[in-house]
Protein backbone atom coordinates (compact mmCIF):
# COMPACT_ATOMS: atom_id res chain seq x y z
CA UNK A 1 0.00 0.00 0.00
CA UNK A 2 0.97 2.62 -0.85
CA UNK A 3 1.87 5.80 -0.74
CA UNK A 4 3.73 7.34 -3.41
CA UNK A 5 7.17 6.44 -4.41
CA UNK A 6 10.32 7.90 -5.84
CA UNK A 7 13.53 6.20 -7.19
CA UNK A 8 15.55 6.73 -6.98
CA UNK A 9 15.90 8.55 -3.22
CA UNK A 10 19.49 9.73 -4.11
CA UNK A 11 21.07 10.58 -7.34
CA UNK A 12 24.61 12.34 -7.88
CA UNK A 13 25.88 13.36 -11.57
CA UNK A 14 28.03 15.27 -13.06
CA UNK A 15 27.27 18.30 -14.80
CA UNK A 16 26.13 18.29 -18.35
CA UNK A 17 24.85 14.40 -18.11
CA UNK A 18 20.92 14.05 -18.38
CA UNK A 19 18.93 12.27 -15.77
CA UNK A 20 15.53 10.34 -15.03
CA UNK A 21 13.54 10.79 -12.39
CA UNK A 22 10.87 8.08 -11.48
CA UNK A 23 7.45 8.59 -9.52
CA UNK A 24 4.93 6.22 -8.39
CA UNK A 25 1.73 7.63 -7.69
CA UNK A 26 -1.16 6.14 -5.40
CA UNK A 27 -3.16 3.76 -7.78
CA UNK A 28 -6.62 5.37 -9.05
CA UNK A 29 -4.99 8.82 -9.03
CA UNK A 30 -5.32 10.80 -12.35
CA UNK A 31 -3.69 13.86 -11.24
CA UNK A 32 0.08 14.21 -10.64
CA UNK A 33 2.53 16.80 -9.96
CA UNK A 34 5.99 17.82 -10.30
CA UNK A 35 7.49 20.19 -7.84
CA UNK A 36 10.90 21.39 -6.90
CA UNK A 37 12.68 21.91 -3.34
CA UNK A 38 15.91 23.89 -3.40
CA UNK A 39 17.20 26.28 -0.86
CA UNK A 40 17.15 29.13 -2.95
CA UNK A 41 13.53 28.85 -4.34
CA UNK A 42 11.55 27.06 -2.05
CA UNK A 43 8.68 24.76 -3.00
CA UNK A 44 8.23 25.03 -6.81
CA UNK A 45 5.50 23.42 -9.09
CA UNK A 46 6.70 22.61 -11.95
CA UNK A 47 4.19 20.18 -14.03
CA UNK A 48 1.26 19.02 -13.52
CA UNK A 49 -0.73 15.75 -15.04
CA UNK A 50 -4.02 14.96 -15.73
CA UNK A 51 -3.98 11.19 -16.97
CA UNK A 52 -0.84 11.12 -19.68
CA UNK A 53 -1.61 14.92 -20.81
CA UNK A 54 0.02 17.66 -19.05
CA UNK A 55 -2.45 20.51 -19.12
CA UNK A 56 -0.31 23.06 -16.99
CA UNK A 57 4.07 22.94 -17.79
CA UNK A 58 4.55 26.54 -16.81
CA UNK A 59 6.72 25.80 -13.96
CA UNK A 60 9.40 24.03 -16.35
CA UNK A 61 12.34 26.14 -15.66
CA UNK A 62 13.83 25.30 -19.15
CA UNK A 63 13.56 23.33 -21.85
CA UNK A 64 16.29 20.98 -20.35
CA UNK A 65 13.02 19.86 -18.28
CA UNK A 66 10.91 17.44 -19.72
CA UNK A 67 8.05 15.12 -18.11
CA UNK A 68 5.48 12.54 -19.58
CA UNK A 69 3.13 10.07 -17.99
CA UNK A 70 2.49 6.52 -19.83
CA UNK A 71 -0.88 4.39 -19.06
CA UNK A 72 -1.88 7.07 -16.79
CA UNK A 73 0.38 5.73 -13.65
CA UNK A 74 3.96 6.13 -13.75
CA UNK A 75 5.98 9.66 -14.37
CA UNK A 76 9.24 10.09 -15.52
CA UNK A 77 10.75 13.74 -15.30
CA UNK A 78 14.03 13.92 -17.39
CA UNK A 79 16.92 16.79 -17.07
CA UNK A 80 19.27 16.85 -19.83
CA UNK A 81 22.42 18.32 -19.59
CA UNK A 82 22.29 18.93 -16.24
CA UNK A 83 23.64 21.96 -14.17
CA UNK A 84 24.44 22.42 -10.87
CA UNK A 85 21.41 24.69 -9.83
CA UNK A 86 18.98 21.72 -10.80
CA UNK A 87 20.48 20.57 -7.38
CA UNK A 88 17.64 20.16 -5.38
CA UNK A 89 14.82 17.64 -4.00
CA UNK A 90 12.11 16.53 -6.89
CA UNK A 91 8.96 16.15 -4.83
CA UNK A 92 5.71 14.24 -6.94
CA UNK A 93 2.53 14.09 -5.47
CA UNK A 94 -0.78 12.47 -7.12
CA UNK A 95 -4.45 13.11 -5.98
CA UNK A 96 -7.73 11.60 -6.89
CA UNK A 97 -8.60 14.79 -9.38
CA UNK A 98 -7.38 17.70 -9.55
CA UNK A 99 -8.86 21.12 -8.15
CA UNK A 100 -9.94 20.02 -4.28
CA UNK A 101 -8.37 17.16 -4.23
CA UNK A 102 -5.55 16.34 -1.42
CA UNK A 103 -2.15 15.78 -2.39
CA UNK A 104 -0.26 13.13 -1.58
CA UNK A 105 3.50 13.14 -1.60
CA UNK A 106 6.60 11.23 -2.27
CA UNK A 107 9.25 11.03 -0.25
CA UNK A 108 11.26 12.69 -3.28
CA UNK A 109 14.15 12.45 -4.90
CA UNK A 110 17.12 14.44 -3.75
CA UNK A 111 19.61 15.31 -7.26
CA UNK A 112 23.17 16.33 -6.55
CA UNK A 113 24.99 18.00 -9.68
CA UNK A 114 28.95 18.03 -9.22
CA UNK B 1 -0.09 36.90 -8.99
CA UNK B 2 -0.75 34.47 -6.72
CA UNK B 3 1.30 33.99 -3.68
CA UNK B 4 1.90 33.22 -0.40
CA UNK B 5 4.02 34.76 2.28
CA UNK B 6 5.32 33.14 5.70
CA UNK B 7 6.65 35.78 7.53
CA UNK B 8 8.36 33.55 10.26
CA UNK B 9 11.41 31.73 8.83
CA UNK B 10 12.02 29.98 12.44
CA UNK B 11 10.36 30.03 15.31
CA UNK B 12 11.34 28.54 18.93
CA UNK B 13 8.72 27.30 21.37
CA UNK B 14 8.54 25.30 24.42
CA UNK B 15 6.82 22.28 25.28
CA UNK B 16 3.22 22.63 25.95
CA UNK B 17 3.20 26.34 25.23
CA UNK B 18 0.98 27.69 22.42
CA UNK B 19 1.91 27.98 18.79
CA UNK B 20 0.59 30.22 15.93
CA UNK B 21 2.30 30.37 12.59
CA UNK B 22 1.47 33.02 10.04
CA UNK B 23 0.31 33.09 6.84
CA UNK B 24 -0.60 35.28 4.29
CA UNK B 25 -1.76 34.73 0.84
CA UNK B 26 -2.04 36.95 -2.55
CA UNK B 27 -4.68 35.23 -4.99
CA UNK B 28 -7.65 36.99 -7.29
CA UNK B 29 -10.79 34.85 -5.29
CA UNK B 30 -11.63 32.66 -2.63
CA UNK B 31 -8.28 30.50 -2.22
CA UNK B 32 -8.58 26.71 -1.40
CA UNK B 33 -5.15 26.81 1.55
CA UNK B 34 -3.60 24.27 3.04
CA UNK B 35 -0.77 23.57 5.65
CA UNK B 36 1.61 20.92 5.61
CA UNK B 37 3.98 19.21 7.59
CA UNK B 38 7.65 18.26 6.49
CA UNK B 39 9.50 16.20 9.40
CA UNK B 40 13.34 15.87 8.28
CA UNK B 41 14.04 13.28 6.01
CA UNK B 42 10.05 12.66 5.45
CA UNK B 43 8.08 13.71 2.64
CA UNK B 44 5.22 16.19 2.65
CA UNK B 45 2.06 15.63 5.02
CA UNK B 46 -1.26 17.26 4.60
CA UNK B 47 -2.78 18.81 8.33
CA UNK B 48 -5.23 20.84 7.40
CA UNK B 49 -6.97 22.54 4.48
CA UNK B 50 -9.63 24.85 3.61
CA UNK B 51 -12.11 25.01 0.45
CA UNK B 52 -15.08 26.66 1.82
CA UNK B 53 -17.55 26.96 4.79
CA UNK B 54 -16.60 27.12 8.26
CA UNK B 55 -13.56 29.24 8.36
CA UNK B 56 -12.13 27.50 11.81
CA UNK B 57 -11.08 24.26 10.10
CA UNK B 58 -9.42 21.09 12.27
CA UNK B 59 -6.52 19.16 11.30
CA UNK B 60 -4.42 16.00 12.26
CA UNK B 61 -2.63 16.19 15.05
CA UNK B 62 -4.79 18.85 17.33
CA UNK B 63 -3.71 21.79 14.64
CA UNK B 64 -6.29 24.16 13.74
CA UNK B 65 -5.92 27.00 11.56
CA UNK B 66 -8.69 29.92 10.52
CA UNK B 67 -9.55 31.85 7.52
CA UNK B 68 -10.00 35.60 7.72
CA UNK B 69 -10.64 36.72 4.26
CA UNK B 70 -9.96 41.05 5.40
CA UNK B 71 -7.02 39.76 6.31
CA UNK B 72 -6.01 37.36 3.45
CA UNK B 73 -5.02 35.07 6.46
CA UNK B 74 -4.85 31.44 7.57
CA UNK B 75 -2.81 31.11 10.36
CA UNK B 76 -2.05 28.22 12.17
CA UNK B 77 -2.55 27.20 15.65
CA UNK B 78 -2.43 24.71 18.51
CA UNK B 79 -2.74 24.94 22.54
CA UNK B 80 0.13 23.15 23.55
CA UNK B 81 3.22 21.87 22.02
CA UNK B 82 4.87 18.44 22.09
CA UNK B 83 8.62 17.84 21.24
CA UNK B 84 7.69 16.23 18.49
CA UNK B 85 5.91 19.06 16.33
CA UNK B 86 9.65 20.30 15.62
CA UNK B 87 9.41 20.36 11.84
CA UNK B 88 8.99 22.86 8.74
CA UNK B 89 5.28 24.22 8.35
CA UNK B 90 4.46 25.01 4.69
CA UNK B 91 1.45 27.18 3.79
CA UNK B 92 0.04 26.85 0.70
CA UNK B 93 -2.75 27.79 -1.55
CA UNK B 94 -4.60 25.76 -4.05
CA UNK B 95 -5.21 27.32 -8.00
CA UNK B 96 -8.64 26.58 -9.15
CA UNK B 97 -10.06 26.56 -12.85
CA UNK B 98 -8.26 24.94 -15.71
CA UNK B 99 -4.80 25.57 -13.92
CA UNK B 100 -5.75 22.26 -12.19
CA UNK B 101 -4.89 22.24 -8.66
CA UNK B 102 -1.11 23.03 -8.40
CA UNK B 103 0.01 24.28 -5.11
CA UNK B 104 1.94 27.28 -4.33
CA UNK B 105 4.01 27.33 -1.37
CA UNK B 106 5.41 29.69 1.24
CA UNK B 107 8.61 29.73 2.32
CA UNK B 108 8.29 27.62 5.60
CA UNK B 109 8.51 27.97 9.05
CA UNK B 110 10.87 25.98 10.88
CA UNK B 111 9.69 25.17 14.39
CA UNK B 112 12.02 23.78 17.14
CA UNK B 113 11.12 22.79 20.43
CA UNK B 114 12.38 23.57 23.98
CA UNK B 115 11.86 20.51 26.11
Known amino acids: GAGVSQSPSNKVTEKGKDVELRCDPI?????LYWYRQSLGQGLEFLIY????????KSGLPSDRFSAERTGGSVSTLTIQRTQQEDSAVYLCASSFGAVQETQYFGPGTRLLVL | AQSVTQPDIHITVSEGASLELRCNYSYGATPYLFWYVQSPGQGLQLLLK??????LVQGIKGFEAEFKRSQSSFNLRKPSVHWSDAAEYFCAVGARGNQGGKLIFGQGTELSVKP
Open chain 1, 49 to 56: FQGNSAPD
Open chain 2, 50 to 55: YFSGDT
Open chain 1, 27 to 31: SGHTA
